[in-house]
């Protein structure tokens, strides 16, 4: 495994806590999975094998996450215990497994790229809130980009605007929504550069 320069600056700018967990979570995934290639992907550190993503770690304010990329395959339930990371909110190395328990998941996670990933049999229908809809028709260009994103794009911008729990914050991510998409722009368009 080549080291990618774009990690190193990533460690380089890493909260002093971070940088000894990011680098033995860089060490261990040389050591279980030297074929694999470091990338950045969605501005954080990954390691890939096979065209797949093994797993992607970051840091934040006060700890870190790893999240394996077919964790649910991987880890089973566990997986979704929450959003700190699938192994959980790492902020000392004393919180992450063992090196064999580590190295393990990687070579679980490395095998697992061999196989193209499981998909989802039925997924979500997007539901689109009325008052959404209502803005839509009067932002005719904002509609037609809407209609012209796949399945998974609209259900990004409805999931969104349903998730508010308050009426002004829907009625905020609404006009939000309406104006990124007269610009032609999806969901999350801030990452797709990453």
């Known amino acids: 495994m080549t080291p990618d320069p774009r990690i190193d600056a990533y460690l380089a700018k890493s909260?002093?806590?971070?940088?000894?967990?990011?680098?033995?979570?860089?060490?261990?995934?040389?050591?279980?999975?030297?074929?694999?290639?470091?990338?950045?992907?969605?501005?954080?550190?990954?390691?890939?094998?096979?065209?797949?993503?093994?797993?992607?770690?970051?840091?934040?304010?006060?700890?870190?996450?790893?999240?394996?990329?077919r964790g649910q395959e991987l880890l089973g339930d566990k997986a979704?215990?929450?959003?700190?990371?699938?192994?959980?909110?790492?902020?000392?190395?004393?919180?992450?497994?063992?090196?064999?328990?580590?190295?393990?998941?990687?070579?679980?996670?490395?095998?697992?790229?061999?196989?193209?990933?499981?998909?989802?049999?039925?997924?979500?229908?997007e539901k689109l809130h009325p008052d959404f809809a209502a803005a839509l028709d009067k932002a005719p260009k904002a509609k037609a980009v809407y209609e012209g994103f796949p399945p998974g794009a609209r259900r990004e911008y409805c999931d969104w605007v349903n998730d508010a729990k308050r009426d002004a914050t829907r009625d905020k991510r609404i006009a939000q929504a309406v104006e990124w998409l007269a610009e032609g722009k999806k969901r999350n368009w801030k990452y797709q550069d990453c």
């Open 80 to 125: 979704l215990d929450g959003a700190m990371g699938q192994l959980g909110k790492i902020a000392t190395l004393d919180d992450l497994p063992d090196d064999d328990a580590l190295d393990a998941l990687i070579v679980a996670a490395l095998d697992l790229t061999t196989t193209p990933p499981k998909k989802k049999a039925n997924p979500k229908p």
């Open 15 to 69: 909260a002093d806590f971070a940088r000894p967990i990011l680098v033995h979570l860089r060490e261990r995934a040389h050591a279980a999975a030297p074929e694999a290639a470091e990338d950045i992907k969605w501005g954080a550190p990954a390691f890939v094998a096979n065209g797949q993503i093994l797993f992607i770690m970051a840091a934040f304010k006060a700890h870190v996450a790893v999240n394996f990329w």
